[in-house]
């Protein structure tokens, strides 16, 4: 597999050199599937256990990081950065005040060491250009049934990709499954989003759709009110 370089139109770029160059990923791999391939791999530890580990290396690197430490891990670094200005040199520090612009966030940089490994391996093809506007479907998940591609009523599905966000208020604008044995044109349209963001939207199936398999279509609206929409190239099985 390759990664694929896209250009897209720069508006602050030199008139000879309008384009900047956009990696596109083709798969997004969730923190299952990455545990998954650990467990299979060369090791000897179970799924059990590497969760257990991933989840005592979440807690302690939180635990030092509120103690105000710079943390190096075996996957790179961690460290609380501070941002804001101050009106005079005994000014409180005041992150998250209103009338102030002192800010706390947590940076990590990824180890060179692994970024030369992969950067050394990784391939590259350039595609034509891209429709920049609609929404792209980069994975589809469900919490609730652990298994790709399926789900039950009621489960939430849990999309990743690009400008996936969405107004709810809006019935033509939505997640929708459209039957693929069914009567031909049937679909359901989920109504429920507990998570509504660009690069992530999760939606609630509803709670008395039919067992079968679904075809997934993200539909939205531009900036401008033309209809656009995204289907994901996987099938989801809906099972009773």
């Given at each position: 597999?390759?990664?694929?370089?896209?250009?897209?139109?720069?508006?602050?770029?030199?008139?000879?050199?309008?384009?900047?160059?956009?990696?596109?990923?083709?798969?997004?791999?969730?923190?299952?599937?990455?545990?998954?391939?650990?467990?299979?791999?060369?090791?000897?530890?179970?799924?059990?256990?590497?969760?257990?580990?991933?989840?005592?290396?979440?807690?302690?690197?939180?635990?030092?990081?509120?103690?105000?430490?710079?943390?190096?891990?075996?996957?790179?670094?961690?460290?609380?950065?501070?941002?804001?200005?101050?009106?005079?040199?005994?000014?409180?520090?005041?992150?998250?005040?209103?009338?102030?612009?002192?800010?706390?966030?947590?940076?990590?940089?990824?180890?060179?060491?692994?970024?030369?490994?992969?950067?050394a391996k990784l391939r590259c093809k350039r595609a034509p250009a891209e429709d920049c506007v609609s929404p792209r479907i980069l994975a589809v998940s469900s919490p609730q049934s652990g298994r790709a591609g399926a789900a039950s009523p009621g489960d939430i599905l849990v999309l990743t990709g690009l400008r996936l966000k969405i107004d709810p208020s809006d019935e033509s604008q939505g997640l929708f499954l459209l039957a693929t044995g069914g009567a031909p044109g049937a679909e359901r349209r989920c109504s429920v989003y507990p998570e509504n963001r660009p690069a992530r939207l999760m939606a609630l199936l509803p709670g008395d759709i039919a067992s079968g398999d679904y075809k997934l279509v993200l539909r939205s609206r531009s900036r401008r009110g033309r209809k656009i929409e995204a289907q994901w190239n996987g099938r989801m099985s809906i099972d009773g």
């Open positions: 597999m390759a990664l694929t370089i896209l250009a897209e139109r720069n508006t602050f770029g030199t008139s000879d050199r309008p384009y900047y160059a956009r990696a596109s990923w083709g798969t997004a791999v969730d923190v299952e599937r990455f545990i998954d391939r650990m467990a299979e791999g060369r090791t000897t530890l179970s799924k059990t256990d590497i969760v257990a580990v991933f989840q005592l290396a979440r807690e302690e690197l939180a635990a030092l990081l509120s103690e105000g430490c710079s943390v190096r891990t075996p996957l790179g670094s961690a460290m609380p950065r501070a941002s804001g200005t101050f009106a005079a040199l005994d000014e409180p520090f005041l992150p998250g005040a209103k009338d102030g612009d002192h800010r706390l966030r947590i940076d990590f940089y990824i180890d060179p060491a692994i970024e030369r490994q992969a950067i």
